[in-house]
């Protein structure tokens, strides 16, 4: 089992930015994949970026590219993604999630394309609240 632990969020003005922080249980090595999400009262979970592989390469979400970077501490075994120029409707609570590893070429196409449901496991989120 893969336990995650968000930090980060807040409350900031429009065009502010905020760094938020993922740390996963045990090493780097037993994940494959680590990715961010965030979702919106009566909204779906929405992906935002991901890292995959030992590479690892990199993906993000055609709406945050640019003002989001994903990165990883590996002697920390933590994930961040810096956003930067936050905007309200960047409010939202985000997740980090994990995938321990891939069976098949169908959940790599999944996990690369964001969807939510290539991954095991999640943490609790942080909130990210963003005012004008």
């Known amino acids: 089992q893969v336990q995650l632990v968000e930090s980060g969020g807040g409350l900031v003005q429009t065009g502010g930015s905020l760094r938020l922080s993922c740390a996963a249980s045990g090493s780097f090595l037993s994940i494959y994949s680590m990715g961010w999400f965030r979702q919106t009262p009566g909204k779906e979970r929405e992906f935002v970026a991901s890292l995959i592989g030992s590479g690892p390469s990199t993906y993000y979400a055609d709406n945050v590219m640019g003002r989001f970077n994903i990165t990883r501490d590996i002697a920390k075994n933590t994930v961040f993604v810096q956003i930067d120029n936050l905007t309200p409707e960047d409010t939202a609570v985000y997740y980090c999630?994990?995938?321990?590893?891939?069976?098949?070429?169908?959940?790599?196409?999944?996990?690369?394309?964001?969807?939510?449901?290539?991954?095991?496991?999640w943490g609790q989120g942080t909130q990210v609240t963003v005012s004008s």
């Open positions: 999630a994990a995938d321990r590893d891939v069976s098949s070429q169908a959940i790599l196409s999944r996990l690369r394309i964001g969807a939510s449901d290539a991954y095991d496991y």
